[in-house]
């Protein structure tokens, strides 16, 4: 086993070498990802949009009934939370990208049959209107392209569509303009964490038992306070993303009920025991705890369980062959392996040390970073 003294040398000195070749194609970049329970700020050098240099981040809990579905409801208070992360680590890059939060996107997978000479815009833009019934005025859409085959006189096309409300946007770009920064773009989790995994992911592989796929198919599973994000990506390109209303916070309501206990003491047993086995003995706490929480665990993975089949059998997909996992939910206890157990497909934790030509300023605290995935991938181009 390598020594961790000398990663942490080779790193350093990559760093300088990549610093010395491009210095002047760098640009400074503030990314911002609010989150229904915390606001992530981070400070990078981006080289090429592809080489990443985090100089300083903060995290702040998100002022309380100020996120609602996405939607900002109380800019201000949002702007003065981000305001004192930006003066307590004296960030002072004006350029801006911010992710928005996941439950105000609506996301769809369509499958669009045309004639060989139709015109496609126009069927795609008839196909989403017959699937997304929303009042296109207002909502900004976009939409890509995965796959095009052609059959006898016919092209099937597979589009990943995006939609989000026009206000909501509008509510991003308020807090941005009111901390004086200056919005370069505004993107959404699925986007961000496509670009985020299209680059290589350094983890040590799990052996495989004899029934299960190996394909270039996988899933990242977002484990957020509030939801919890399905995506699935085919040779790193992004097929299928589903919101989740269930997410991390849900637990500490549940503790907090079954114990009679406050949320914030909650959240600590939370921690403390996630959803590991019981074992010979267990506290009374946990015994107490264990199958609530389970049960609700036992949810997100039914959900999860379903997003997988309606990709194989609506999205004309293949089977789910490895999932990795991030957000600060994917730190409970005991989740990885039951995840795994549960799902019967290798399960991984990503952190930004698990990817490739990303470096961070030695003097950062490197505890955190599993909460900073999005503020990155919104940093690196497309």
Request: proline share 4%; aromatic share 8%; charged share 25%.
């Amino acid at each position: 086993m390598m020594d961790p003294g000398t990663i942490f040398f080779r790193k350093q000195n990559k760093l300088a070498e990549l610093v010395k070749k491009t210095r002047l194609f760098a640009e400074n970049l503030v990314c911002i990802d609010i989150g229904f329970r915390n606001i992530k700020v981070l400070e990078s050098k981006i080289w090429d949009g592809k080489d990443v240099f985090i100089r300083d981040y903060g995290i702040v809990s998100t002022p309380r009934g100020c996120i609602k579905n996405g939607a900002i409801n109380d800019v201000s208070k949002v702007i003065y939370a981000i305001e004192k992360v930006l003066q307590e680590n004296r960030i002072k890059t004006k350029n801006t990208k911010i992710v928005m939060s996941g439950t105000s996107i609506i996301t769809r997978v369509l499958i669009v049959e045309i004639p060989v000479h139709a015109d496609k815009k126009s069927a795609i833009e008839h196909s989403i209107a017959e699937n997304i019934p929303v009042n296109m005025e207002n909502y900004q859409l976009n939409y890509k392209i995965l796959e095009e085959s052609h059959r006898s006189n016919t092209v099937m096309l597979k589009v990943f569509v995006t939609v989000v409300r026009k206000s909501i946007i509008k509510s991003y770009i308020d807090v941005v303009k009111g901390l004086g920064l200056r919005p370069i773009s505004i993107d959404i989790p699925s986007n961000s964490i496509a670009k985020f995994f299209k680059r290589d992911i350094n983890v040590e592989k799990v052996p495989r038992k004899p029934h299960q796929v190996e394909n270039n198919v996988f899933a990242v599973l977002d484990f957020g306070s509030e939801t919890t994000i399905v995506n699935i990506f085919k040779d790193r390109v992004l097929e299928f993303n589903r919101v989740v209303l269930l997410g991390s916070s849900n637990i500490d309501e549940i503790i907090s009920r079954t114990l009679d206990k406050s949320i914030e003491e909650s959240e600590r047993l939370k921690k403390m025991y996630g959803i590991l086995p019981l074992g010979y003995n267990p506290l009374p706490d946990q015994k107490a705890i264990y199958e609530p929480v389970k049960s609700f665990i036992d949810k997100i993975v039914t959900q999860i369980k379903l997003c997988f089949e309606f990709y194989v059998k609506r999205c004309y997909g293949q089977p789910v062959s490895q999932i990795y996992v991030i957000g600060g939910g994917s730190l409970l206890k005991g989740l990885l392996e039951y995840l795994q157990e549960a799902l019967d497909v290798p399960v991984y934790p990503i952190g930004l040390l698990s990817i490739d030509n990303i470096e961070i300023d030695p003097k950062l605290d490197v505890g955190r970073l599993n909460y900073l995935i999005n503020s990155i991938g919104i940093a690196l181009d497309a």
